[in-house]
C-alpha cells in the first residue's frame, strides 16, 4: 500500500493540531510536522508530535533544501535526536548531506531511530532525503546507492524539479529497482504523475496538501484531487495510464470527466494531464519515451493544443491507423496505444461538433449538406470543423486574421470536394472576420482559443462586438469550442443578440464519449457518460 501524507508547516500547536486532524477527516494516512519554523521550542514540538492525530515524520528542513530553518546544525541535530528519544515520531526525515556531514551528527541520529546497530528498541525510522530545487542531480544514482548503503537508512526519499515527463519515468525506475522503502517523485507540474501514480510503482507515500495555498513543495497536488480526481486509492500495479496532452493542460476538465467515467463502469484506469512543450521534437520524444516504458502501460492520450497536427504526423510515421476523420482534417486529437504496441489516431473532435450541431438543428447529419458554415481559425480544431462538415456536404466558409493560413486550408478542402461529395469549394473571406456577423450563416464557429482564461485573449471574441443583429433573417446556431469559461465571452454576446449557442462543453463531452468507449470498448449511453461527474461536470 502507498500512503497518503500531508506536510504541515508548524507555526503553533493549535493550528498545526487543528490540521492534522484536517487531514485525517480528509482521509490522509500519515502527516509530515514541518518544524523548521518552531525548532528552537522542543518543549512544543514534542508535544505535537506526541499529540499527533495520525502517524508521523518529524522534518526540520533547511532552505539548501527547501526549507526554513535558519539556526545552528547542531541545534537542529538535537532537536531531532531529542524528539526521536522522547516523543517516537513514525520517521525522523534527515538529508544526506547533513547526515553524511560527520560522525558526530550520524552518531546524534542513530542514537534517536531503530536501525541494525541500536541495541534499544526504538519507534523511529530514518529516512534519507535529497532534493534538488534546480534539476536531476547529476550524481542521482550515486545519491540513491549511497542511501541504499547506508545500514541506519530505514527509508529513501529522493526528489527533484522535473523538467520534462521523462523525469517521471525515472523515478519508476528507481522505485521498481528499490531494495528499501522508497520515496521517490519529481516536483513541479512536469512531476505530477509521479505523485499520482506513486502506488502502481509502489512507492511508500506520497505528499498531497490539505488545500491548494500550503503546498510545502512545487507541485504537490490536493489530497482532494489525488482521492476524488485521480482515484489514487484505486491505482495498482495493472492500471493503465490515460492522460491529455498539451501547452498547458493545467486548465483541462478532462482528467475529472474521463476518471469519473473510469469508475463508473469499474475501468482500471488513470487519466493524468500530460503537459508538452510546444515543438514538434519534444512531443515525439516525449511520447515515444512514455509508450515505450512497457511497465508504464500507456493506453491512450487526448491530445490538444498545439499538438493536434504531431499526432498525426506521429501515428504516421509509426505506421500506425488513421481514421477518416483525422486524415481529411490532417489532425488528430485521439491516441489509442494497443496492447501489442500498436498505435491508432482518431479525430473525435469531427465526430463530436457534427453530432451536436445537427441535433442542435434538429436535422440529420446527412441534412448538413444544405447548411452554411462559417469556420473561423486555421488550426486543429478547425481541421477538425472542415473535416467534418465538408465531408457532408455542406457549404464551408473559413475565416482567419492570416489570409494565406485561411487560403492554404480552403486549398486543401477544395481539392479534397469531390471524395467528399461536396458541392462547392472552401472559400476566404478576404475582407476580413468583421464580416462574419452580417454574413447568411446557418452556424459560426470558433475554433480558435480566443475568449480562453488564461489564453492569449482571454476576454475577447473572434470578431467584433458591434453585431448588427438586425441583419440576420434569423440568428444563426454560435459554436464555441472554448470550454474555459463554460460562459465565454462569445456565448454571452450571441445569446444577447438572441442566437442559439453549443459551447466548448458540450464538444468536450461528445468528444471525449468518443475517446471513452475507444479505450475502455464499454457501450455506455452518451446520456449516462455526461452524468458521471456530479451536476453534469
Known amino acids: 500500500m502507498t500512503f497518503i501524507c500531508i506536510p504541515i508547516f508548524v507555526e503553533d500547536v493549535v493550528s498545526a493540531t487543528q490540521e492534522g486532524q484536517d487531514a485525517r477527516e480528509a482521509g490522509a494516512d500519515l502527516i509530515e510536522w514541518r518544524v523548521d519554523a518552531v525548532a528552537d521550542d522542543i518543549v512544543l514540538v514534542e508535544r505535537l508530535v506526541r499529540n499527533s492525530p495520525l502517524p508521523c515524520i518529524v522534518t526540520c528542513r533547511t532552505p539548501e533544501e527547501g526549507g526554513e ?14 524528539i526521536g528519544l522522547h516523543a517516537r515520531p513514525r520517521y525522523l526525515d534527515v538529508e544526506l548531506a547533513t547526515f553524511e556531514r560527520s560522525a558526530n551528527l550520524r552518531q546524534k541520529i ?3 531511530i531503530q536501525h541494525p546497530e541500536q541495541w534499544r528498541e526504538l519507534d523511529s525510522t530514518l529516512i534519507l532525503s535529497c532534493h534538488d530545487f534546480q534539476g536531476r542531480p547529476g550524481d ?81 497536488p490536493t489530497i482532494r484531487d489525488l482521492v476524488q480526481t485521480y482515484r489514487f486509492r484505486n491505482i495498482g500495479p495493472d492500471t493503465r495510464v490515460y492522460g491529455v496532452i498539451g501547452w498547458p493542460v493545467e486548465h483541462s476538465r478532462s482528467p475529472a470527466i474521463h476518471n469519473a467515467a473510469f469508475a463508473r463502469i469499474g475501468f482500471d484506469g ?35 493544443i498545439p499538438h493536434k497536427v504531431h499526432l498525426l504526423h506521429f501515428v504516421q510515421r509509426r505506421g500506425g491507423a488513421i481514421d477518416d476523420a483525422a486524415a481529411a482534417a490532417g489532425a488528430a486529437n485521439t491516441l489509442i496505444v494497443h496492447d501489442d504496441g500498436s498505435l491508432e489516431a482518431r479525430n473525435t473532435d469531427a465526430t463530436g461538433i457534427v453530432e451536436l450541431v445537427a441535433t442542435a438543428l434538429g436535422i440529420t ?39 494565406a493560413k485561411a487560403q492554404q486550408l480552403a486549398k486543401e478542402f477544395t481539392g479534397k470536394a469531390a471524395s467528399h461529395a461536396w458541392s462547392g469549394a472552401a472559400q476566404v473571406v478576404p475582407a476580413g472576420i468583421e464580416k ?23 476576454g475577447g471574441v473572434p470578431f467584433p462586438t458591434t453585431v448588427d443583429a438586425t441583419l440576420w433573417d434569423k440568428p444563426p446556431l454560435i459554436v464555441d469550442t472554448v ?43 452518451f446520456e449516462d457518460f455526461r452524468l458521471v461527474l456530479p451536476r453534469g461536470g
Not at 436 to 455: E, H, Q, W, Y
Open 69 to 82: 530553518f535558519g539556526g545552528a546544525e547542531q541545534e537542529r541535530v538535537s532537536l531531532l535526536e531529542h
Open 436 to 458: 462574419l456577423s452580417r454574413s447568411c450563416f446557418d452556424v459560426i464557429i470558433n475554433a480558435t482559443p480566443v475568449g480562453m482564461k488564461g489564453g492569449p485573449e482571454p
Open 483 to 525: 470550454y474555459v469559461p463554460t460562459h465565454t465571452p462569445l456565448i454571452n454576446l450571441a445569446r444577447s443578440h438572441g442566437a442559439a449557442t453549443l459551447g466548448g462543453i458540450d464538444l468536450l463531452w461528445r468528444q471525449a464519449y468518443h475517446q471513452f468507449r475507444a479505450w475502455t470498448g464499454s457501450d455506455l449511453r
Open 110 to 112: 542513530k542514537l534517536a
Open 365 to 403: 447529419e446527412s441534412e448538413l449538406r444544405d447548411q452554411r458554415v462559417a469556420v473561423i481559425g486555421a488550426g486543429g480544431m478547425a481541421r477538425a470543423a472542415m473535416a467534418g462538415f465538408a465531408g457532408r456536404g455542406a457549404k464551408v466558409v473559413i475565416h482567419h486574421r492570416d489570409l
Open 140 to 220: 542521482l544514482l550515486r545519491r540513491v546507492s549511497r542511501m541504499a548503503g547506508e545500514p541506519a537508512c530505514g527509508v529513501i526519499k529522493i526528489a527533484w524539479m522535473a523538467r520534462s515527463l521523462r523525469d517521471n519515468l525515472e523515478v519508476f525506475e528507481i522505485l521498481r529497482a528499490r531494495h528499501k522503502p522508497t520515496i521517490a517523485l519529481c516536483m513541479g507540474s512536469l512531476g505530477l504523475m509521479s505523485r499520482v501514480l506513486a502506488p502502481k510503482f509502489g512507492a511508500l507515500l506520497t505528499f498531497a496538501t490539505l488545500r491548494d495555498t500550503s503546498a510545502t513543495a512545487p507541485g504537490q
Open 270 to 304: 488513470a487519466y493524468l494531464p500530460l503537459p508538452i512543450a510546444p515543438d514538434e521534437l519534444a512531443f515525439r520524444t516525449t511520447l515515444e519515451a512514455l509508450i515505450e516504458d512497457r511497465a508504464l502501460t500507456l493506453r491512450g492520450a487526448s491530445v490538444t
